[in-house]
């Protein structure tokens, strides 16, 4: 369709339209989208992948990013991750019950023995 058989509307639509920024330059963007992907980027590192092969299968989609970019925000999201999950494991902690020792379990463990010998005593003298 012609720019010139559109109406007065449909022109300042187009136009409005024309006027949007990519989504990848909106400030943001690409660190939303390597958190969003960081599983798979983990997983293609294991595979032996590397940052520069990964920078260009984005960039392939359009969404421009350099290694650099994609390294520093990986590994900052990876040091998050790493700093919620020790701030998680210290909060279970410091609310679950002390271990016991192993001479404490063996206190329990005798007493135990005691009540159980005392009980099977009682019933093989009936």
Known sequence: MKQSQLSPLEKTIAKKIDRTKDKANQPGYLRKLVTKLHLRIEAALARGCEYD????????????????????????YRRELEAE??????????????????????????????????????????
């Not at 920078?55 to 520093?72: C, F, M, N, P, R």
């Open 53 to 76: 092969d990964l920078a260009k299968a984005i960039s392939e989609t359009g969404v421009k990013i350099s290694t650099a970019t994609l390294k520093q925000y990986h590994t900052e």
């Open 85 to 126: 999950a020790k701030d998680i494991s210290q909060s279970v902690s410091s609310v679950l019950p002390p271990e016991e020792s192993p001479e404490e379990t063996q206190k329990v463990d005798t007493k135990s023995d005691r009540k159980q010998s005392a009980i099977d005593k009682l019933f093989t003298q009936k």
